[in-house]
């Protein structure tokens, strides 16, 4: 399992010992043991970029997965998972609105990126339920 973890902002300190430890934990319980897996933390201006360039949405999000097993000509076989893309001042605005720890915050969306990665879908209802499901699931793992 390879687990590439970058930090391009300065608002919030990262652990990454424990976001590693999360990411292996979810892809071990998915069944990902062999997955190389990229994080990638920004601001909020950066993943609004990237929002509005890859979705064609012109706002911040909290999180962004780029799967590199989805799409035309990729193979579904891949060790190469994706990256996921977290938007640290989002989390902390919403772990302070939720009075939780951030890491917390953190932890959600990047299990909520990695599932999403799994093909995970949350746009229709249906699909939203069975994913909220398995992110309570794996975030009580953890």
Known sequence: MVI???DLQGKVKIDEAKVRSCAQRVLRDMGEESAELSILFVNDAYIKRLNSKYRDT?????????????????????????????????AKR????????????????LVHGILHLLGYDDE?????KKMRAKERELLGAI
């Open 94 to 109: 919403e772990a302070a609105r939720r009075k939780e720890p951030i890491q917390k915050e953190l932890d959600l969306y």
């Open 124 to 128: 229709k209802p249906g699909n939203r």
């Open 58 to 90: 012109d706002s911040k999000t909290d999180v962004l997965a780029f799967s590199m097993r989805q799409g035309e000509g990729i193979s579904r076989h891949s060790e190469i998972l994706g990256d996921v893309v977290i938007s640290t001042q989002t």
């Open 4 to 6: 590439d973890i970058r």
